[in-house]
């Protein structure tokens, strides 16, 4: 006999919103590895979706029901932060997103970036990643499916205390 849970890749869930096309928002759970394959600690939502796989895992509903994503009809994906955000990113860039359906998402992307492509053009036009991750702010961070996006606009800095 088989010990099947010898064959299970330890993960954790996280609870996420997803706006999917044509469906809508859809509330359950990502499930993400307890340790991130590309930085120390937990896998991040960012590392799934933008990942090379074409479907992503979630359970959904109080039936725990699993449902299997294509990343393509992911519009946006929101989350809450477990820690607020490392000071340590190398860009802090305020921007505007525009996306097909009308919505606006402001934020701001924080990320390490080489100095001499640091631009939020440069950022956008990062071919290897289809989402765009958004601080939306201090606890909440949305992934923006970057084939939804109309424009992107740079934003104001929202003044820091």
């Known amino acids: ?3 099947t849970d010898a064959l299970k890749i330890p993960k954790r869930r996280k609870p996420v919103k997803v706006w999917v096309h044509p469906d809508g928002l859809v509330l359950g759970s990502l499930f993400v590895h307890l340790q991130s394959a590309h930085r120390p600690g937990e896998e991040e939502p960012a590392e799934v979706l933008n990942g090379p796989e074409p479907f992503f895992v979630m359970e959904c509903g109080s ?22 955000p490392p000071g340590d990113y190398a860009v802090y860039l305020p921007a505007r997103l525009h996306l097909m359906d009308g919505s606006n998402l402001e934020g701001v992307i924080r990320e390490m970036l080489d100095p001499q492509k640091a631009r939020l053009f440069d950022y956008i036009n990062i071919h290897e990643h289809r ?3 958004l601080f939306l702010s201090e606890t909440e961070a949305a992934l923006v499916n970057k ?14 205390d």
Do not use: C, Q, W
């Open 1 to 3: 006999m088989v010990d």
């Open 63 to 84: 039936a725990r029901e699993l449902r299997f994503y294509n990343k393509h009809s992911v519009v946006r994906m929101e989350y809450t932060l477990d820690e607020g």
């Open 131 to 133: 989402f765009v991750r």
């Open 147 to 160: 084939a939804y996006i109309v424009r992107v606009t740079p934003d104001e800095p929202a003044p820091r």
